[in-house]
């Protein structure tokens, strides 16, 4: 009771101290026109820096820190007393008042026991005593509760959090980051990371954490537009662009990946449904074997070979002609771009224009030679006197030309920035026969005529990206993406073998962290296999493992087990958290949908918030939701171009449910001959289905359920 009055005191304090630095801060900012109004940059820099520490202020108020660590470093006399938060405060006087989580001495919090310790520091390892790790849950500014333990992963810590509702649980993460998450987040940004992670164990908020701390510990080195996240789809990119400016990194950039192809091809490209076409493979609408083969490396082969000859068809045949003279043909171009190296055929050709160009310069038989053709011109014509005239005229101009070496009208002669990177793909594809004759089990044919369909309804499906990609990237390179530093990929199990060979090739000064599980691999028809596929492209990646689950509880997770050891895909580890057994209950077809809106309402006169009723497909899906309005009951389906979801009672399919978490998941269907026991990709879906739910979760089905279900 004394260390909880004595916390609640030091809180007061601390507050007082937050509204002293944001006032100064204010008056900082106000007087600093006057001061630096001489020097702009200087200014923007000065007021931008201010107004940041005035903002991180306010975020903090209501609750400035999680965490306290009682820490004497060995060379020092004093004990620091730290108060660890989201953001760090330090006074006008340089005193810090609150730890930043992303400092070097917080990792103390996340990995050490009590007794010695030591952590890494820019100065080098600091090593000492830590005699206390306390946890302070502060709401509506005031300490509730306090809680010292020696581990942060002690259960009696992590109940708190695992047992939130699914709307609260993110805004807490930095409080429960567990050592094996903290270990990922701090890892070096020097380092290529692939990073296995079952359903539950964090990965995108581990992803979220990684890039908010290296943005923090490598703030004077890279600019925050230096760093970027990749989602899996807009969805995603509305629910990062909330959570970053809580973790002070809200400036790196945050794409899709069609979003990221759309921007550096720089055409419109309008892409198809990529939920549309997996919802068509699962009701059997859709058969594409070559799928496969267009997300593979085979495919950039295939298309390396159609570059090789397209280069020469790239510049006119003609050969640069002015006023009639022939300055230098077609194939002296192409000698010598040949011998020139660069990262792109558009740079290459450049360079060739300036070395032809310095050639033409200190060559004067070429002179000559222009002299000789003009003389022919001008004794060809009957009026001498007007020709001559005319003739040196065009002889002087042709000279001045000479001097500067026609680079002016070779490089225009050899520019091909008026070609449209769409036109060359469908001109690929239309030829695509001719280069990938040795290909063996691809129907090639079906493919050309599928995916010129699908160009002339100027549709791009997904698996087309990395090859047109591709395509702009050999003939203009990357300029503009090399300054890119670190990437974050999540959802990465759902990338073919190309993309991430185009990903590495386009942003190729920046280090990666992929995120993602291959048991929740839904896009198996593109995607990759087994993350060995990849580690070559990422310069010998180091692999990890998330293998605990902090979603559900362990008996939901036991039950999910059952599928992923079935996939041969090992499986997860719960953490210690009972919430009750899963039910499964048998209710005869007709009858189904009745029994899920009165389960659906005893849930939420329990006090439940989001609630899912998961299909494989939609065709029952609006049946159901009007019996949930019949029932006032407020529901909503959530659709394929649906980009948030608030919380509440839902209907959503099995694969628009990945990447989403719910208190209550009721798995509808759920019979085997709905959710095939042989096919992996059913066995996936009903796996991402199962993981979705924290608290409660029901199978309901008709004749058999899913036999790897049974008890």
């Known amino acids: 009771m004394k260390d909880l009055e004595y916390e609640r005191e030091k809180l007061k304090k601390v507050e007082e101290e937050l509204e002293e630095i944001q006032e100064g801060e204010e008056q900082i900012l106000a007087t600093l026109p006057k001061k630096y109004g001489n020097n702009p940059v200087l200014l923007s820099n000065l007021m931008s820096s201010t107004a940041t520490k005035i903002t991180n202020i306010a975020k903090i108020k209501e609750k400035p820190y999680f965490a306290r660590l009682d820490f004497k470093e060995d060379k020092k006399d004093n004990k620091d007393k730290l108060y660890v938060g989201k953001i760090g405060v330090i006074d006008l006087d340089g005193k810090i008042v609150v730890t930043d989580w992303r400092a070097p001495v917080a990792t103390l919090y996340y990995d050490s026991n009590l007794g010695k310790v030591e952590y890494n520091a820019p100065e080098g390892i600091i090593k000492g005593e830590l005699s206390l790790k306390r946890q302070i849950i502060i709401k509506n500014k005031e300490v509730q509760e306090i809680f010292d333990v020696d581990s942060v992963s002690d259960d009696e810590l992590l109940k708190p959090y695992l047992g939130a509702n699914a709307d609260n649980r993110l805004k807490n993460i930095v409080a429960s980051i567990q050592g094996e998450q903290n270990y990922i987040i701090r890892k070096d940004i020097e380092k290529n990371l692939i990073v296995q992670g079952v359903a539950g164990s964090g990965k995108t908020t581990v992803a979220l954490h990684r890039i908010a701390y290296l943005m923090y510990n490598n703030s004077t080195k890279f600019k925050p537009n230096q760093f970027m996240v990749i989602g899996p789809n807009k969805f995603f990119i509305n629910y990062i662009s909330n959570v ?129 053709q003009m003389l022919i011109l001008e004794k060809a014509e009957s009026d001498i006197e007007k020709k001559r005239k005319i003739a040196k005229k065009e002889l002087d101009m042709l000279k001045e030309l000479t001097t500067t070496g026609f680079e002016k009208q070779l490089k225009k002669y050899v520019n091909i920035s008026n070609l449209k990177i769409l036109n060359i793909y469908k001109d690929f594809v239309e030829n695509v026969d001719k280069y990938a004759s040795h290909i063996e ?271």
Not at 527 to 532: A, E, K, L, Q, V
Request: charged content about 30%.
């Open 244 to 372: 970053l400016p809580d973790l002070d990194a809200s400036n790196a950039i945050q794409v899709t990946f069609e979003e990221l192809a759309s921007n550096f091809v720089n055409e419109k490209l309008v892409f198809e449904d990529a939920t549309k076409k997996l919802s068509d493979i699962i009701d059997g609408k859709e058969d594409k074997d070559y799928l496969k083969f267009k997300s593979s490396m085979k495919y950039k082969k295939v298309l390396d070979k159609y570059l090789n000859t397209l280069k020469n068809g790239l510049i006119s045949d003609k050969g640069l002609i002015i006023n009639d003279v022939n300055i230098i043909s077609k194939q002296e171009v192409m000698d010598v771009f040949n011998e020139t190296i660069g990262t792109s055929i558009a740079e290459r050709l450049e360079m060739a224009a300036r070395i032809i160009a310095n050639r033409i310069k200190i060559d004067q038989n070429v002179y000559q030679r222009i002299k000789d």
């Open 441 to 711: 089990n691809v129907d090639i044919e079906k493919m050309k005529k599928d995916t010129l369909e699908s160009l002339k309804a100027k549709i791009i499906e997904n698996e087309d990206i990395a090859a047109i990609m591709y395509i702009k990237y050999v003939l203009f390179g990357n300029e503009e993406y090399r300054n890119f530093k670190c990437v974050i990929v999540d959802e990465a199990q759902d990338f073919g073998k190309f993309s991430y060979y185009m990903l590495k090739t386009l942003l190729n000064n920046a280090v990666f962290s992929i995120f993602g599980d291959m048991a929740q691999g839904i896009y198996s028809y593109r995607s990759i296999d087994d993350w060995n596929e990849i580690m070559g492209i990422f310069n010998g990646a180091e692999f990890l493992r998330l293998e605990k689950s902090y979603r559900t509880s362990i008996e939901i997770m036991n039950e999910a087990n059952k599928i992923s050891e079935a996939m041969e895909l090992g499986k997860a580890i719960p953490v210690i958290r009972n919430a009750g057994p899963t039910i499964k209950t048998q209710i005869f077809k007709d009858k189904q949908q009745d029994y899920i809106v009165s389960r659906v309402k005893e849930y939420l006169d329990m006090g439940f918030k989001s609630i899912a009723v998961v299909y494989k497909n939609q065709k029952n899906m609006a049946n159901l939701n009007k019996k949930f309005k019949d029932n006032n009951i407020e529901s909503e389906i959530i659709y394929k171009d649906q980009e948030k979801y608030n919380g509440g009672v839902c209907i959503v399919t099995s694969y628009l449910s990945k990447g989403l978490e719910f208190d209550v998941v009721i798995v509808a269907d759920a019979e085997d001959d709905n959710y095939n026991s042989d096919s992996k990709l059913d066995m996936k879906l009903l796996y991402v289905a199962m993981t979705r739910a924290l608290h409660k979760l029901e199978f309901i089905y008709d004749k058999n359920i899913c036999k790897y279900l049974k008890d």
